[in-house]
């Protein structure tokens, strides 16, 4: 993608911390604890409303279930809709089958909520890798646009090494196309760095992520930020309420995860609110339209 200037997106996994790791320790779906997605979700859309842009939220099936009237506030306020699955689970554990199950639910819960198509998606965990990129097919046969669930370099958990760093239109092989919006990383030290969110955004100091950015601004690199509601939140969370027993963490377990998600949490405001002050954003769908419309041909998935 060739713009000039280069554009940011900020791009909201929506959903809710407690809820997902209820889930995880009992199984079950539950609906969200208290008020506290309501409290995230009203930082992200004030910051937003305070600095005129707009973002776009892949909203999470087993969160929209029960708090369709956030998701009708999100789109109310001119932000794109997008998807994010429907039970957060990682996409590449699933055949074929069960991941357009996924898919198809999420798709016809959040259209049916918002009254209009959705576009694009993101896999929980960026779970689209080289072993299931037929997730991609799926999603245009839903009649969608783009993906953008890939990290453009091998990490632990996910990544395809080696994949194509820009915003690309691809040929798939069931004959239709897609745009893929790749995750930012920026090259240092001759190694690709993830700097666009989560935590890398919160590890990071405020002044190497300006240093960082001002780069790809300058070397005319678009740039896919990622983050989530409770990542905006400077209130304590805690990994280890009272599940049933047999079912929590060890209290050293405990105090190593809670660290993990808490450490540089209070950071992450005004590091956003610094980049939406001092860059040109954009949402996923206008950027996958602009890649669209500006691709000569689509590329080959698969070859480099």
Request: net charge positive; hydrophobic share 35%.
């Amino acid at each position: 993608m060739n713009n000039n200037p280069a554009s940011f997106t900020l791009s909201i996994d929506w959903e809710d911390f407690s809820q997902l790791l209820g889930r995880d320790h009992t199984g079950v779906v539950t609906p969200p604890v208290g008020k506290t997605i309501d409290r995230q979700t009203d930082l992200v859309l004030n910051l937003l409303n305070d600095s005129g842009k707009k973002a776009t939220f892949f909203i999470l099936g087993m969160l929209a279930q029960y708090r369709p009237d956030l998701v009708r506030k999100i789109a109310g306020e001119g932000h794109e809709i997008g998807m994010h699955g429907t039970h957060h689970i990682r996409m590449n554990t699933l055949d074929r089958k069960k991941a357009f199950e996924d898919l198809r639910d999420n798709y016809n819960l959040v259209t049916d909520i918002i009254g209009a198509p959705v576009y694009g998606y993101r896999a929980p965990y960026f779970s689209v890798n080289e072993t299931n990129l037929y997730v991609l097919e799926i999603l245009s046969e839903l009649g969608c646009l783009y993906d953008s669930s890939i990290f453009p370099v091998k990490l632990k958990n996910y990544g395809i090494a080696n994949f194509p760093v820009q915003d690309t239109l691809y040929q798939l092989p069931n004959g239709r196309e897609i745009v893929e919006l790749p995750l930012t990383v920026m090259d240092w030290r001759n190694k690709k760095l993830p700097v666009a969110g989560g935590g890398y955004m919160r590890a990071f100091p405020q002044f190497m992520l300006k240093n960082f950015f001002r780069k790809l601004d300058a070397d005319q690199k678009d740039v896919m930020l990622y983050m989530h509601p409770y990542e905006f939140d400077d209130r304590w969370i805690s990994c280890s309420p009272n599940y049933p027993p047999g079912t929590g963490y060890s209290r050293p377990k405990s105090f190593l995860i809670n660290l993990r998600w808490n450490l540089f949490r209070g950071t992450i405001y005004n590091k956003i609110k610094y980049l939406l002050n001092h860059y040109h954003f954009v949402t996923c769908l206008k950027k996958a339209e602009y890649v669209k419309e500006h691709s000569h041909s689509p590329a080959i998935l698969g070859r480099s």
